[in-house]
């Protein structure tokens, strides 16, 4: 089973572009245009300008927020194989994790940031030892594929526990 979300890089690139077109426009109409000071002539121009910068902000910091990531999840062959890396401004670093499947031991998805955030937790034997890999975050898989990639993960847990 292979589960990728390629689309939503897409779609934050997207909406980045387009909220930075509509915020370009918003400011150029404060600047440029009487429609805001005969709408509310008590509120300065640069009041508007602020709050429509942090909306803008706030559009743009999101997907950071929330630490989307583009994730590739296989299950195909004799190995796991998972790579991610986070979507939106002000992030870098991708990861891969090939996990040979004799050596998995289990997985758990923690949620934090008022359960806003999900992180895949997934746990490998290496040497007689148990090691935790460092968080993956499925916040931008559809609930589907959540619980597609669970499911799967639990199936290689069930068949490590019927085994031992």
Known sequence: MTIENKHLHIITWLRHLISTIIYVFIVYSIYLTRFYENLTPDIPKDCYTVIFGIIYVA???YPAILKFHYIY???????IVIKTYPIGFFTSGKKTFHIPKK??????IRESLFRLRKALIIY?????????YPPIYI?????EDQKKIMVSLS??????TSVI
Do not use: C, T
């Open 59 to 61: 559009v743009l910091l």
């Open 73 to 79: 999840y296989s299950d195909d062959g004799d190995k």
């Open 103 to 108: 050596d998995f031991f289990r997985a758990e």
């Open 124 to 132: 490998q034997y290496i040497n007689n030892k148990i090691a935790k």
């Open 139 to 143: 916040n931008g898989l559809p609930k």
């Open 155 to 160: 199936r290689l847990m069930a068949r490590k």
